[in-house]
């Protein structure tokens, strides 16, 4: 049976200060067990959260990496530094980097296969827009992203991949998919996964859905049985998170 992911993505939010302080209210409440609670924060809070969440079941992930290991790329943090900070899980391909950094399926892709290569898992958005999803291209869209970004992963990489169904018209607006429409991408998501590989990783890939998740859609949305959790952005910095951990 697949185990429950709620992942948070804490997006360019929350100072060290602040980090600390929201994770001193929650960390009690989500140190759970049965669920596979990952905090995605931002770089300058990566050390100060794994302190914060030692003696924990709490992961901490990164927003972000880069495909190669060093060199002259200002800015830019390598696998081997959130490595160096004992980083398990970073997120690839959110929609705000395909669309406001121009991130394309090939850049992704290498940072797919960067991350895995170090042992780090992959949380790998795919999710269409607005004007798409009128023209009933969501399916087409999120099979063209995931042919593309999983390009030469092997089937025991694959099984190691979290899959994030993000409509980018859900993504901070408010709006949010029915559960009936998370699940019917979900579902589609896990076919694309067996025609990619076999019915083995299939139904063994986790398959979130985020889009303006809450604590009063939560429950019904994960209850979806090819849903498997959610990764949550605006409802993870406050203490909502804890009764969307719990849903």
Known sequence: MRKKVVAANWKMNLTIEESIELLQKIKNHINIDTKEVVLCVPFTNIYTCKEETKNTNIHIGAENLYFEEKGAYTGEISSSMLLSLGVEYVIIGHSERRQIFNEND????????????????????????????EKNETLSIIKNQLSKDLINVTKEDAMKIIIAYEPIWAIGTGKTATSSQAEEVCKYTREIIKELYDKEVSENVRILYGGSVKASNAKEIFAKENIDGGLIGGASLTEEFIDIVKA
């Open 106 to 133: 090939e850049m992704i892709n290498k940072k797919v296969l960067k991350a895995l290569s170090k042992n780090i898992y992959p949380i790998l958005c795919c999710g269409e827009t607005l004007e798409q999803r």
